[in-house]
């Protein structure tokens, strides 16, 4: 076992509420990293000697973001698409199957190049934890193929079968497939099962079907909802005991107060919000409630091409009026939650004894710089389960 002391971390961001709000924030702070957990955290005045020593020359350090919503796997360019929708067109999700072509054509090879790159931008960026969806095969074989290539990089799969109903085919006999054949052949790679519910895709009856199945098969269940209009996947979602329901740009007062009293995280994705032009979810709403509030990327090709929680956790402090520790918190704690790794076996989301070591330096004395220098690339350190990734 090998060791490393931390040390010239002027603003330290734990997540343990112990040491003082929401960021648990310490000043001249030191970390001690065992292998790949953390083994220590506290002042610098009293750090213990360890076999090797990084000076980080007084830079703000917090957990790696948790990226707890992502479709990363993929091939094609839409930005015809996103040209289109910002001369005024509405987001169709339609253009999924654009995506889905796409991704049919590419070999094994392509997608898992094309994979690996864009983890490895995610992790330069500060994310040591990422979610990865299928969704872009909607075949039998094509999701298998997805979720066993996204398993490569990421042990949360999420199997989203259910993202649209393929051209030419029947709802019912789609859903009938997503729930059998299909579940069967995905269900080796995946944790979790997901529902695109809203009008456009899957209707509440469809939704609770495909969650169900994902349920009696063993997979943990995911929603999205209320992304494009009001509608069932949030009341279906906390239902179901759903770990997240993500988007919910169109909250009525029933969906926040039911929320409020669940376990169920609101993922907001507000590097979507913008790309689609939706309204903002009512962040402040959802915390008021007793919501716990996650950000994600939704990295996709259609409406969120983008991995960077940087710019993610500017855009709920600049525009949903996150506070800078809601927002950090949520693109950490939050994500783990919404993934439900913040307990357990090497827990991830905070830096706290026990907690797998995963850091993020930035060239910057505080977290605040975020937002205060939005769309600058702060990132100078990533530790990844106790190993230096950049
Ligand atoms: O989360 N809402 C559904 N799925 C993606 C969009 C995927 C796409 O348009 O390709 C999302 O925004």
Not at 77 to 87: I, Q
Not at 334 to 345: F, K, P, S
Request: net charge negative; proline share 4%; with cysteine.
């Amino acid at each position: 076992m090998t060791s490393e002391l931390l040390i010239g971390i002027s603003e330290l961001s734990t997540n343990d509420p112990e040491h003082g709000g929401l960021l648990g924030r310490l000043a001249d702070a030191a970390v001690v990293i065992d292998d790949d957990a953390i083994a220590w955290v506290g002042r610098a005045v009293d750090a213990p000697a360890a076999d090797r020593r990084s000076d980080l020359g007084g830079r703000a350090v917090l957990p790696g973001w948790v990226d707890s919503h992502t479709h990363l796997i993929f091939a094609g360019d839409r930005s015809e698409e996103f040209e289109y929708r910002m001369a005024g067109h509405a987001y169709q999700a339609g253009g999924i199957r654009t995506t889905v072509r796409a991704t049919t054509d590419a070999s094994d090879e392509q997608l898992r190049a094309s994979l690996a790159e864009r983890r490895a931008v995610a992790r330069s960026n500060g994310t040591t934890w990422m979610e990865v969806k299928t969704g872009y095969g909607l075949d039998v074989t094509q999701e298998a193929r997805l979720a066993r290539l996204a398993a490569e990089v990421t042990p949360d799969v999420t199997f989203l079968g259910a993202h649209v109903v393929p051209p030419d085919s029947d709802a019912d006999d789609y859903v009938a497939l997503v729930t059998g054949e299909m579940l069967d052949a995905v269900r080796p790679y995946a944790r979790w099962i997901d529902v695109f519910c809203e009008r456009g895709a899957f209707g509440p009856e469809h939704s609770r079907a495909v969650l169900e199945a994902g349920r009696a098969a063993g997979l943990g269940l995911r929603v999205h909802g209320n992304q494009l209009g009001e509608g069932d996947g949030v009341r279906l979602a906390v239902e179901l005991g759903a770990a997240s329901v993500d988007h919910c740009n169109h909250l009525t007062a029933r969906d926040i107060e039911a929320l409020g009293s669940s376990s169920t995280v609101a993922t907001l994705l507000p590097a979507c919000d913008l790309s689609t032009r939706e309204p903002f979810p009512p962040a402040r709403e959802l915390i008021e409630a007793g919501a716990t509030i996650a950000l994600a990327s939704n990295g996709n090709p259609g409406t969120s091409n983008t991995t960077s929680m940087a710019f993610c956790v500017a855009t709920a402090v600049l525009q949903m009026r996150l506070t800078i520790e809601e927002a950090v918190w949520a693109a950490t704690a939050g994500g783990a939650r919404a993934l439900r790794r913040n307990e357990g076996v090497s827990p991830i989301g905070a830096i706290m004894p026990g907690y797998r070591a995963d850091l993020h330096v930035i060239d910057a004395p505080s977290v605040s710089h975020f937002a205060y220098r939005p769309g600058m690339d702060l990132t100078f350190g990533v530790w990844e389960a106790g190993a230096r990734v950049r």
